[in-house]
T-cell receptor
Framework: RKEVEQDPGPFNVPEGATVAFNCTYSNSASQSFFWYRQDCRKEPKLLMSVYSSGNEDGRFTAQLNRASQYISLLIRDSKLSDSATYLCVVNPSNTGKLIFGQGTTLQVKP | DAMVIQNPRYQVTQFGKPVTLSCSQTLNHNVMYWYQQKSSQAPKLLFHYYDKDFNNEADTPDNFQSRRPNTSFCFLDIRSPGLGDAAMYLC????????????FGPGTRLTVL
């Protein structure tokens, strides 16, 4: 079983749609969680950290469920510019070593 | 105001010919990382430096070496590149270990002929 698993997609949605991605992780002792965004042939960039209480940043909402060991990302009112690969990232211990999921590709269509 | 800079952005080398990739940072972060990312795959950590303390991942081939002469610079040396080493190489930094966000450079795309 992979340490971090994501549905690779692609998710093809129309503009304005709401889309949700899920990610599961295997190490129950994992300490911190992130969603990164990666555009084609570019570097990953932090989208948001994921806190136990859940957090929201504009159209983006991240949730963490420690009991079930999954993380979610909800994007509301999708824009064309949201088209990218979204990487679920887990820090399994306090070492700075991040474990990346394979990424979920989102394509927002006009 | 680039914070993590990688040079070159594109590197072409021949099979077996040593190559060095460069990373520099203006963030004064303690930790620097090197990742390898192949097409449609997740970034894979090769090694990282916490200050001068080098940490190699267990499955990183011996063909890959790294140097960090000072806080700002870190180098990735590939001693004898094979065709399977063609990939995007990403450098990242973080203030410390643990919960800190990692900032990535734009990457160097390596082609091996």
């Amino acid at each position: 079983r992979k340490e971090v698993e994501q549905d690779p997609g692609p998710f093809n949605v129309p503009e304005g749609a709401t889309v949700a991605f899920n990610c599961t992780y295997s190490n129950s002792a994992s300490q911190s969680f992130f969603w990164y965004r990666q555009d084609c042939r570019k570097e990953p960039k932090l989208l948001m950290s994921v806190y136990s209480s859940g957090n929201e940043d504009g159209r983006f909402t991240a949730q963490l469920n420690r009991a079930s060991q999954y993380i979610s990302l909800l994007i509301r009112d999708s824009k064309l510019s949201d088209s990218a690969t979204y990487l679920c990232v887990v820090n399994p211990s306090n070492t700075g070593k991040l474990i990346f999921g394979q990424g979920t590709t989102l394509q927002v269509k006009p | 105001d680039a914070m993590v800079i990688q040079n070159p952005r594109y590197q072409v080398t021949q099979f077996g010919k040593p190559v060095t990739l460069s990373c520099s940072q203006t963030l004064n972060h303690n930790v620097m990382y090197w990742y390898q990312q192949k097409s449609s795959q997740a970034p894979k950590l090769l090694f990282h430096y916490y200050d001068k303390d080098f940490n190699n991942e267990a499955d990183t081939p011996d063909n890959f070496q790294s140097r960090r002469p000072n806080t700002s610079f870190c180098f990735l040396d590939i001693r004898s590149p094979g065709l399977g080493d063609a990939a995007m190489y990403l450098c990242a930094t973080s203030r410390g270990q643990g919960f800190d966000e990692q900032f990535f450079g734009p990457g160097t795309r390596l082609t091996v002929l």
